[in-house]
């Protein structure tokens, strides 16, 4: 039986978008099934930006991780392909009116785009505050997104600059599960030289 993972994401995020593409790479060569979870960067900086009903910006900001919230309680098994279809528009595409690529992305799934509207209120902030949570109370506070989460063990990251492929993808992670063994490993960084490569 595969070994579930789960992985939190901000589709506004671009480095978990590149994480996101890693793990669906991961898939077809490790023993593993993908459950996507929703995390919002708006929820973890709110202390520090204005309430997403007082700046418009901000609010634009909370769109996707809104609506992605809105699939997982409609339609949860469209989660993923939502994730994809509004990162690519986002990541790839370049596209950075939120809530019309949340519009394209619904229709691109088959779901209506009324769920963006309901993103646009607080409709579905407690499911998306209690997915946030369930991701960031197994890492702490002091990192973002993307989170990934097997076998009993959670982590940030990891995070890349380019999708690695085949083996290379199943080395990564095969890494990853050999670090997070060790309850008292935390932390391996060195500083970015590059934006994620994603076009």
């Known amino acids: 039986m595969a070994e579930r993972v789960d992985f939190w994401f901000d589709p506004i995020c671009p480095f978990a978008y590149a994480t996101s593409r890693w793990i669906l790479e991961v898939e077809k060569v490790r023993d593993i099934e993908v459950k996507w979870n929703v995390m919002s960067l708006g929820v973890l900086n709110e202390d520090k930006n204005p309430a997403p009903t007082e700046d418009d910006d901000i609010l634009a900001r909370w769109i996707p991780a809104r609506t992605s919230t809105a ?37 691109e799934i088959g779901l209506d ?14 499911a998306m505050r209690t997915s946030h949570e369930s991701g960031i ?24 600059t380019r999708v690695p492929t085949g083996e290379d993808a199943g080395k990564i992670f095969d ?9 008292y490993f935390f932390e391996l960084k060195r500083s970015r030289t590059e934006s994620p490569q994603l076009r």
């Open 71 to 107: 699939v997982a309680q409609t339609a949860p098994e469209k989660v993923g392909d939502f994730y994809s279809a509004i990162g690519y528009d986002i990541h790839v595409n370049g596209h950075r009116d939120f809530e019309a690529a949340s519009r394209r992305a619904l229709a």
């Open 113 to 126: 785009g009324s769920l963006v509207d309901e993103a646009k209120t607080n409709t579905y902030d407690d």
């Open 137 to 160: 109370s197994q890492v702490g506070q002091d990192v973002g997104t993307p989170i990934v989460a097997f076998a009993g063990t959670a982590f940030f990251g990891p995070v890349i």
């Open 175 to 183: 890494g990853a599960v050999a670090m997070a063994e060790y309850p």
